[in-house]
DNA sequence: CAAGTTGGTTAATGGTATTAACTAAGCATT
DNA sequence: AATGCTTAGTTAATACCATTAACCAACTTG
């Protein structure tokens, strides 16, 4: 289990070097891929962390040229944050080198095996959530 | 799939906060609690990190008495690490906790799902060993 | 004994992330 | 319109995770 983990972070790990950037604006432009345009608080929440964090990263994927801010016309305290074309080029090439990783991964598995184990990793993740719950509680 | 590490590395957060420990030394009294009385070293390779990182850790958790060194009689270099009786107490603690968690996950499965998600995780580790490997000879 | 190897430490650097303090803008309410 | 609260975002301080490089001391080997 705990390898299953382990090696999950290692592709992230893998990713950056090979993409030469921090796992954060990796994950962060899979976020963008998904959603579009957003302020950074939608970003902060979106990758589940602090405002102040979700802020640097942002600042620093503008220093690369990933990202820009627009000021929202209706409100002048937020900014709106969208992908450059070559933020985009980016996230196209890694949300690619993902999607064949998983089909790799998948491709290892008979095709009754893989209908298990995503069936498995459903359960599994209920069974966590349940348990991660309970012990919010305490 | 994404959740399942997440939540995973969630639970290390909470037992971090929960046993008011850094998670590189919750990981590092876990790896004692299996292996005894280890060289830096051995710790270093335990722990998947470089010897520096382990030499730290450990002088970290000398300072919290959770671990003590003795040099090694048969030669002047190495330095033999083991937990302390408080580092024992910990180890003994958080190694409950794991378990405990485990089995609440676990009993939250009917038995047949139980032997289905193990069998899964087997399968998806060596798939994913397997496209690791492939992907490092590239 | 000189040369190379191994065990461990320290320093420099960089990434991840949080909390706290702050500014500026918007929104109420009197 | 002035006061006061809330929200969006930034900055600074702090802490943890981890690596590489430089180094010393001790062992091994030719």
Redesign the pocket.
């Known amino acids: 289990m705990s390898e299953v983990v382990h090696c999950c972070q290692d592709r992230m790990v893998y990713e950056?070097r090979r993409f030469n950037l921090?796992?954060?604006?990796?994950?962060c432009l899979m976020l963008f891929a998904e959603i579009g345009q957003q302020?950074?608080?939608?970003?902060?929440q979106g990758?589940?962390?602090?405002?102040?964090?979700?802020?640097?990263?942002?600042?620093?994927m503008a220093t690369r040229g990933l990202v820009s801010?627009d000021p929202?016309p209706?409100?002048?305290?937020?900014?709106?944050?969208s992908l450059t074309d070559r933020g985009k080029e980016y996230a196209a090439e890694i949300g690619d080198f993902i999607t064949r990783i998983h089909g790799a991964v998948l491709s290892r598995l008979e095709p009754p095996e893989r209908v298990m184990v995503i069936k498995s990793l459903e359960l599994l993740k209920n069974a966590m959530d349940s348990v991660k719950q309970q012990l919010e509680e305490m």
């Open positions: 950056s921090p796992q954060a604006e990796i994950k302020t950074v608080t939608q970003v902060a990758l589940d962390v602090a405002k102040s964090r979700a802020s640097n990263i942002l600042s620093d801010f929202d209706d409100d002048g305290r937020v900014k709106l944050v």
